[in-house]
């Protein structure tokens, strides 16, 4: 009879303990049974290397969709349609940091990087070939100091944040906004000017929250950044089937996985 006694409240005492750990991770806004990358002192634990090679498939196919619809509202016709397979790379963060961060990760085509970076949402385009074409861009279009023409890059700028559903009314509202001549990639001869701009919006603390980059005679853009997620109103990533895709029978080890190199 005194054996009987513990053997009768183990199961109750696993049941408790198994309600406590499906609390947390509820409370936590993760799937039973997956570790939490945040611990309870606010540090980063282990976890944040925490991931599954179903996750990261189905991440890089979020990607990829919300890159294909950026491209679409940006009118950037060479870039469509964007597949698996003509990407040139991408990396997907492990779940683990992709939760503490709210970064998803990105993927690179011939002509642009596309980065879901911020709040679990579109954030940033950038050419990966910005320095041959500046110099390709200063050796045709190096101009006379009078033909310097910020109202038409403000436009530009301003014209592809609202294309991508950024928040140009707060910006404006929030911050100041400087347009100036791009001294990172171009170096003109004194007296003269290479008409690249670098359009960007500084909030109280100086801080950059929003740039743009354009090169103003052929309208190409060359880079983009929203770095507060507040200001950008597309929609967060959401995976529906979650549960499975964080099950441990996909967990992948090593950590951090490039979905292709």
Not at 101 to 119: D, E, P
Request: hydrophobic share 40%; proline share 7%.
């Amino acid at each position: 009879m005194l054996n009987s006694k513990p053997e009768r409240r183990l199961p109750l005492i696993v049941l408790s303990l198994a309600c406590v750990v499906m609390r947390t991770a509820i409370a936590n806004g993760l799937p039973p049974g997956v570790p939490n990358p945040i611990g309870p002192d606010g540090k980063y634990t282990h976890a944040l290397f925490f991931t599954t090679k179903a996750y990261q498939d189905e991440a890089l196919k979020l990607v990829i969709r919300e890159a294909n619809q950026v491209a679409k509202e940006l009118k950037l016709s060479n870039e469509s349609p964007i597949t698996e397979s003509n990407i040139v790379k991408s990396f997907i963060n492990p779940f683990g940091y992709a939760y503490a961060k709210k970064a998803i990760g990105n993927i690179t085509t011939s002509n642009y990087c596309y980065y879901v970076a911020q709040g679990n949402k579109f954030s940033y385009l950038e050419s990966p070939h910005q320095d041959k074409l500046c110099r390709k861009f200063q050796v045709a279009y190096t101009l006379p100091v009078s033909e310097i023409d910020t109202n038409e890059a403000l436009k530009l700028a301003t014209r592809w944040l609202k294309a991508i559903s950024m928040d140009t009314k707060a910006l404006n509202r929030d911050c100041s906004v400087t347009v100036e001549l791009d001294r990172a990639y171009v170096h003109p001869p004194v007296g003269k000017i290479v008409p690249l701009y670098y359009v960007c919006w500084f909030n109280n603390q100086k801080q950059g929250v929003a740039s743009v980059r354009v090169f103003t005679p052929t309208k190409t853009l060359l880079q983009l950044r929203v770095e507060d997620s507040k200001y950008i109103r597309r929609p967060q990533f959401e995976f529906a089937n979650l549960d499975f895709l964080l099950s441990q029978t996909n967990v992948v080890e090593s950590g951090n996985v490039p979905s292709k190199q």
